[in-house]
């Protein structure tokens, strides 16, 4: 079956600490995108990529990197500089137009800092 | 700038209709989305506009007024299991794609 995962499922880091959340599809989208969520709130767009080794900065992408090496995988790495990282973390893909499709989500990763 | 509103919180009872609004102003506009989110899990597809006027899917109607910048989300014969958060979405132009812009998100309490 055809679809995006996230892994892993539940993400602790130690303050001052790099982790990377991984992202992966089999749909044969070009697009693909990662939002943060925070409790009682709607999500905010951190990064999004169009086209392999191609990617634009949303919202909120201070204190994040990610890379497109392969058109299956973006993962995103929350690096030291996230001052408040804990949030819940939601990979999507798309055609590249999106269009009446809109948005295949994952799972979510939450992350938690310790 | 962009702006997308939607209330934060609602009640309603099992069995009523329930009518969950989304204003918007957006710099480019092709579309807007609704997506259903049950705590802890991802946004799953509930309706796509893009021209004014009512979708009927189900118990599930969206309608988008784009002179406005309004469109709602209707759901009839309320379960239980409505019980969720709804999030209004645009889908705003950018750069020659497309990506979705969302609001905070609406939470549905759904009572017997």
């Known amino acids: 079956d055809g679809g995006i995962t996230q892994s892993p499922k539940y993400l602790f880091r130690k303050e001052g600490q790099n982790v990377t959340l991984s992202c992966e599809q089999n749909?044969?989208?070009?697009?693909m995108y990662w939002y943060r969520q925070d409790p009682g709130q709607g999500l905010r767009l951190i990064y999004y990529s169009q086209i392999v080794n191609d990617f634009q900065k949303g919202d909120i992408a201070e204190g994040y990197s990610v890379s497109r090496e392969k058109k299956e995988s973006f993962p995103l790495t929350v690096t030291s500089a996230q001052k408040n990282p804990t949030a819940f973390y939601l990979c999507?893909?798309?055609?590249?137009?999106?269009?009446?499709?809109?948005?295949?989500f994952g799972s979510g990763t939450r992350l938690t800092v310790v | 700038g962009q702006n997308i509103d939607q209330p934060t919180e609602m009640t309603a009872t099992e069995g009523a209709i329930v009518q969950i609004n989304c204003t918007y102003q957006t710099s480019g506009f092709n579309g807007l989305f609704w997506y259903q989110q049950h705590a802890g899990e991802a946004p799953t597809f509930l309706s796509y506009n893009v021209l004014d006027g009512l979708e009927e899917k189900g118990r599930f109607s969206s309608f988008l007024s784009r002179s406005k910048g309004y469109s709602y989300l209707l759901l009839k014969e309320l379960q239980m299991k409505d019980s969720a958060s709804y999030l209004c979405?645009?889908?705003?132009?950018?750069?020659?794609?497309?990506?979705?812009?969302f609001g905070a998100g609406t939470r549905l309490a759904v009572h017997p």
């Open positions: 979405a645009v889908l705003q132009p950018s750069g020659g794609y497309n990506k979705l812009i």
């Open positions: 749909l044969n989208h070009d697009a």
């Open positions: 999507a893909s798309s055609i590249r137009q999106a269009g009446g499709y809109g948005y295949t």
